[in-house]
């Protein structure tokens, strides 16, 4: 059984930083694409970053500021929030896709498994 393990949120002032870890088990997951999104209250959930096994992509809100990396001997995915800003609070979703599909990546639909989330929160 896979499971996504979320942790590194926590209340953080605007201009500051966080870095949310995402620990994956269940399987080796270096060829498979492994994605954040967030969700805000009353706002449907929306991409962030992915790192397939060949490149990364970031929501346009987030580029130059959000860095998502991993490793894979680990199974753990990374996202380092930098300058952060109020609009970022949000609940935090790590994502797997395991499965073969032509969904884009930056849609939730493409996405088999789901972390529990974890809260962020950037006080202005």
């Known amino acids: 059984q896979v499971q996504l393990v979320e942790s590194g949120g926590g209340l953080v002032q605007a201009g500051g930083s966080l870095k949310l870890s995402c620990a994956a088990s269940?399987?080796?997951?270096?060829?498979?694409?492994m994605g954040w999104f967030r969700q805000a209250p009353g706002k449907e959930r929306e991409f962030v970053a992915v790192?397939?096994?060949?490149?990364?992509y970031y929501a346009d809100s987030v580029k130059l500021r959000f860095t998502i990396s991993r490793d894979n001997t680990k199974n753990t995915v990374f996202l380092q929030m930098n300058s952060l800003k109020s609009e970022d609070t949000a609940v935090y979703y790590c994502?797997?896709?395991?499965?073969?599909?032509?969904?884009?990546?930056?849609?939730?639909?493409?996405?088999?498994?789901w972390g529990q989330g974890t809260q962020v929160t950037v006080s202005s």
């Open positions: 269940g399987r080796p997951f270096s060829n498979y694409a």
């Open positions: 790192s397939s096994a060949v490149r990364t």
């Open positions: 994502a797997v896709r395991t499965i073969a599909t032509m969904t884009s990546l930056q849609t939730s639909d493409a996405y088999n498994y």
